[in-house]
């Protein structure tokens, strides 16, 4: 039995790492297709030792197709999701288009598996920012132990959480700096090339950024909508990996020791925790790897019960691409999909 998978913005740094975890995952698709926009139609991606040609979503036919990974921006999302989630095809939604609509689950799989089962609403099932995935999962079994009353986060975000067009500036403003060259900025606001950045995403009311908004709202979304969330959100000069420093205060008493402990057993952390030189995580370590790294496990002597920890993950991956392909897994092993027969 396996299943037809189409993959939306295939050409995207997301839509390859999409292709790439479904082939190193075995994921059972007897099938799978890579979409994209009319310009990006007859264009070839990877797909394992195969090769496969991008068609165009505007004529493809979901009929038959069992799971939609969408990596195609909001507004594609806003038009297309409907109308392939209609068709009967479950859509996972990488973009931010649905995760705040009460009858669209957001999931990440180690952490409120059971809200999955919310796709019927509309075949629609959203994944979360890619700072939130990757805090919320440290965070989860953490709040069983002592329950989390507040959160202080600050992002440490790569450029590829900007696209290809994000990285490619680092990459061009760092070398126009080395051989004297003028910079420009198009990606981002100011120079992003050995500086940082305390501004990503629009602007909102209250100063804060949409950003920072989408990781207080997600949280309490996926977790707990008692926490108290807040967020400080900034681009740094890195290619690949999300860093977090995270604050922590709980109902209950903690200890730093209790927390390595309960982390290093809990799904989809990894915890490199040595009070030594170099016994930490930082994002070059994370690039390709699949697990949420928490690191400087430590107590808040200005709290009760507090904790600082640093969190850090591949953004392509657990932040995206990886926790898509967990969404559709999670539907599988469940047997929420309706298999067509292996031909």
């Known amino acids: 039995m396996g299943y037809k998978v189409a993959v939306v913005g295939a050409t995207g740094n997301v839509g390859r790492e999409m292709l790439n975890i479904l082939e190193e995952r075995g994921f059972p698709a007897d099938e799978v297709v890579a979409l994209a926009s009319r310009r990006s139609q007859g264009t070839e991606v990877s797909f394992g030792d195969k090769t496969l040609k991008v068609k165009s979503l505007d004529t493809y036919d979901f009929s038959g197709t069992d799971i939609c990974l969408m990596s195609a921006g909001g507004s594609v999302a806003k038009e297309w999701a409907p109308r392939i989630g209609a068709k009967g095809c479950v859509v996972i939604d990488n973009s931010s288009a649905f995760r705040y609509d009460a009858d669209v689950p957001l999931v990440v799989p180690e952490v409120n598996a059971d809200a999955v089962k919310g796709f019927t609403n509309r075949y629609i099932i959203a ?82 950024t949409k950003e920072e908004w989408k990781v207080m709202a997600e949280t309490k979304k996926m977790l707990d909508p008692k926490i108290k969330v807040t967020c400080t959100a900034v681009r740094v000069p890195v290619f690949i990996g999300h860093s977090e420093a995270v604050n922590i205060e709980f109902e209950q008493p903690i200890t730093a020791d209790e927390a390595r402990d ?72 469940r047997k929420l999909l309706g298999a067509k027969a292996a031909a």
């Open 127 to 208: 994944n979360p920012n890619c700072s939130t995935a990757q805090l919320v999962v440290a965070l989860k079994p953490l709040h069983d132990r002592a329950t989390i009353k507040r959160v202080v986060v600050s992002t440490y975000q790569s450029v590829s959480g900007a696209g290809k067009d994000g990285m490619d500036e680092l990459f061009e403003q760092s070398r126009a700096v080395f051989v004297a060259d003028p910079t420009t900025n198009k990606k981002f606001t100011k120079r992003i090339a050995f500086n940082v950045i305390p501004h990503i995403d629009v602007f909102m009311e209250d100063g804060s």
């Open 262 to 333: 309960i982390l290093r057993e809990a799904p989809g952390c990894l915890v490199i925790d040595k009070q030594e030189d170099g016994g930490y995580i930082t994002p070059i370590e994370t690039a390709g790897e699949d697990a949420t790294y928490i690191s400087r496990i430590r107590e808040d002597q200005t709290l009760e019960n507090g904790l600082n920890m640093w969190i850090v993950a591949d953004n392509l991956r657990k932040g995206a691409a990886l926790n898509a392909i967990q969404i559709a897994e999670l539907l599988v092993n």
